[in-house]
């Protein structure tokens, strides 16, 4: 401000520079959309805004993720649905395997389906998405099984890991999205383990016509497979339902984290996008008295005190 001026001009001097601060606001709130673009816009609101920000990219990033495990979990789940339809066919041809009216054709033909079922069942515990085999744990590039047909279950021992991943939900807890192949074909509990059933009812039929010897006490009688066979599938059956309650949670997360993704993109908006229409109503307000305020300056007599000297 320059000194030494009256005290009438320095007050219109300083009514015009809040008017065009004012002009100045509008039209770039008008050309950029914003109406906090720099801290001395609205200093009360930055803290808010970036907190909303740092929200937003959290909420943005945990959708993201729950996106992808849900493409995992369920075709996972589809998986095991697949399973379970085997084994419920495994059951039926084991009852028509051990029926006392099949000759060995029949038997062995039985067999060989049941050998069908098992390879289906090895191809399922390696289902893989993107690369990455769903069951191996946390060794997902490695496929979990192969078939041997030199050991009572048929397979290999599996070549996976424990699986430890876990995924966060829209509240920050955290929870398991995967289980193991071991876990679900191969359970260390011979009841339970769905490839030892298979195989074993398989060799089981066939050795009805073609007895080991010397025995081999690694198989099974057809009743004791047919037992095993069902146990089995309760097993598998547990797997699956618990896959089902994963499908839930994820689902679950990410309709709460899209709520809360447009919630905090509305308050972003609110703190910083500008109201065109009240923008454009304080520009032409500003523009309006601006002039007035010049037009009235213009019109104010200017006197010196030679004019009061006679």
Do not use: C, W
Request: proline share 5%; glycine share 6%.
């Amino acid at each position: 401000m320059i000194r030494g001026l009256p005290p009438s001009t320095e007050r219109f001097l300083l009514d015009v520079s809040r008017i065009q601060k004012r002009e100045e606001r509008a039209q770039r709130q008008i050309t950029t959309g914003l109406k906090l673009q720099q801290v001395s816009d609205n200093p009360n609101a930055v803290s808010r805004l970036l907190d909303s920000r740092a929200g937003l990219e959290r909420v943005v990033q945990t959708r993201l993720n729950l996106g992808r495990v849900k493409v995992e979990v369920d075709t996972a789940e589809k998986a095991l649905g697949q399973a379970v339809e085997i084994m419920d066919k495994a059951r039926g041809l084991g009852t028509q395997g051990a029926s006392g009216h099949q000759d060995a054709a029949t038997r062995r033909h039985v067999a060989d389906e049941l050998q069908s079922l098992l390879d289906r069942l090895v191809g399922i515990a390696s289902t893989a998405v993107e690369g990455r085999y769903l069951f191996s744990g946390d060794t997902d590039q490695t496929r979990p099984y192969a078939l041997d047909p030199a050991v009572p279950a048929g397979v290999s021992a599996y070549q996976g890991a424990p699986s430890t991943r876990q995924i966060a939900d829209h509240s920050g807890a955290t929870f398991a999205v995967a289980q193991s192949a071991d876990v679900i074909f191969d359970s260390a509990n011979p009841d339970e383990n769905v490839f030892l059933a298979i195989n074993g009812l398989r060799r089981a039929l066939l050795a009805v016509d073609n007895p080991p010897d010397p025995p081999d006490p690694t198989i099974p009688s057809i009743d004791t497979a047919l037992s095993n066979l069902n146990s089995a599938n309760v097993h598998l059956n547990r797997h699956l339902a618990g896959y089902g309650l994963v499908q839930n949670r994820v689902d679950d997360s990410l309709e709460a984290a899209t709520k809360i993704e447009l919630s905090l993109k509305l308050q972003i908006s609110t703190i910083e996008e500008a109201d065109l229409a009240e923008a454009v109503s304080e520009l032409q307000q500003s523009r309006t008295n601006l002039e007035a305020a010049f037009t009235a300056r213009a019109q104010t007599p200017t006197r010196s005190l030679f004019d009061y000297v006679g």
